[in-house]
């Protein structure tokens, strides 16, 4: 069973909010990932990490950031939410071993009024 | 290019029929890694299975299936005798052996009508 949470699982903000999405894991995975899926289920990685002070952008430009203080820890923080941010995000963590299957969290509905 | 193609958007079967998921991918390492994850309407992704390139035998666990084919680059994804709580979206995904990076194709969803 994965241990990986994401709080909120919905969120209703207005435009201008700052908002920060939180993941926690406690498998003790090392490389953590946010994607953002549209309406149309397409997921797209946004960002990525594999360690502690590692953050990369993934293959979908956003204008979110993140940051992995701990290594359990990878929240997600829109400094000024538009409308064009209301997506689903969905945090996953994967494991040491090179191509071990990632784990999902329930994912943060996000609409931006 | 790595890509994965699901071009079945959305399918619709009556309980107890049997169902086929196709995913074709293209990848030019000869080292890579297949995933299948299901999406229920609580909305997480769970993992159905993973299945490395040097490994075509097809495995079977319940009433799934999977089909996997280097010679038409396929990972064909088969529930049996349907039910509705199958019902969810499916995606198939690739993963690039060294690296921690997944490509997902996007998606199939599936109802089964009761």
């Known amino acids: 069973e994965a241990d990986i949470y994401q709080t909120p699982r919905y969120l209703v903000i207005g435009t201008g909010k700052k908002i920060t999405l939180e993941c926690s894991q406690t498998?003790?995975?090392?490389?953590m990932y946010w994607y953002q899926q549209d309406p149309g289920m397409e997921l797209h990685l946004i960002h990525y990490?594999?360690?502690?002070?590692?953050?990369e952008k993934g293959d979908l430009s956003s204008e979110s950031t993140v940051s992995r203080i701990r290594t359990e820890h990878f929240p997600l923080t829109l400094e000024s939410a538009r409308p064009s941010h209301t997506s689903q995000y969905l945090c996953?963590?994967?494991?040491?071993?090179?191509?071990?299957?990632?784990?999902f969290g329930q994912g943060t509905r996000l609409t931006v009024v | 290019a790595q890509k994965v193609t699901q071009a079945q958007t959305e399918i619709s079967v009556v309980e107890k029929e049997d169902v086929t998921l196709d995913c074709v991918y293209e990848?030019?390492?000869?080292?890579?890694?297949l995933f299948w994850y299901k999406q229920p309407p609580s909305g997480e992704l769970v993992f159905l299975i993973r299945?490395?390139?040097?490994?075509?035998q097809n495995e079977i666990s319940g009433r799934y299936s999977w089909n996997f084919q280097k010679s038409t680059s396929s990972f064909n994804f088969t529930i049996t005798a349907s039910q509705v709580v199958d019902s969810a979206v499916y995606f198939c995904?690739?993963?690039?052996?060294?690296?921690?990076?997944?490509?997902f194709g996007t998606g199939t969803r599936l109802k089964v009508l009761a």
């Open positions: 299945r490395n390139s040097f490994d075509e």
């Open positions: 990848t030019r390492d000869t080292t890579y890694y």
């Open positions: 498998m003790g995975h090392d490389k």
């Open positions: 996953a963590s994967s494991g040491p071993v090179l191509n071990t299957e990632a784990f």
């Open positions: 990490s594999y360690g502690v002070n590692s953050t």
């Open positions: 995904a690739l993963g690039i052996s060294g690296t921690y990076k997944y490509i």
